[in-house]
């Protein structure tokens, strides 16, 4: 069983900046893999971005050059850092894990762009 909770979240002006963090109850080093997800009102869960045991990493386009998925093996978190914050960036963000085949979810954390 893995626990993942995410914090962070917020409401943030358009073009600032928001950093999510998401810890693991066991060693980040033995989940294959993490990504960030999120839904927005009336939508689909997406992926925004995801990063593997080898440091590989996926951005949805929407994010690309904003967003930064990283792993703090110190800490025994996956972070998402995020710049340029848009309005359409509005959702709760929810943080998967792939361990021992099994997909993990936390809980959200909701993130709300607006001037």
């Known amino acids: 069983q893995v626990q993942l909770v995410e914090s962070g979240g917020g409401l943030m002006q358009p073009g600032g900046s928001l950093r999510l963090s998401c810890a693991a109850s066991?060693?980040?080093?033995?989940?294959?893999?993490l990504a960030w997800y999120r839904q927005a009102p009336g939508k689909e869960r997406e992926l925004v971005a995801g990063?593997?045991?080898?440091?590989?990493?996926v951005y949805a386009d929407s994010v690309k050059g904003r967003f930064t998925i990283s792993r703090d093996n110190a800490k025994n978190t996956v972070d998402l850092q995020m710049n340029n914050l848009k309005p359409e960036d509005t959702a709760v963000y929810y943080c998967?894990?792939?361990?021992?085949?099994?997909?993990?979810w936390g809980k959200g954390t909701l993130v709300t762009v607006s001037s």
């Open positions: 990063i593997n045991n080898s440091e590989d990493t």
């Open positions: 066991v060693s980040i080093f033995s989940i294959y893999s």
């Open positions: 998967q894990g792939i361990y021992a085949d099994i997909h993990y």
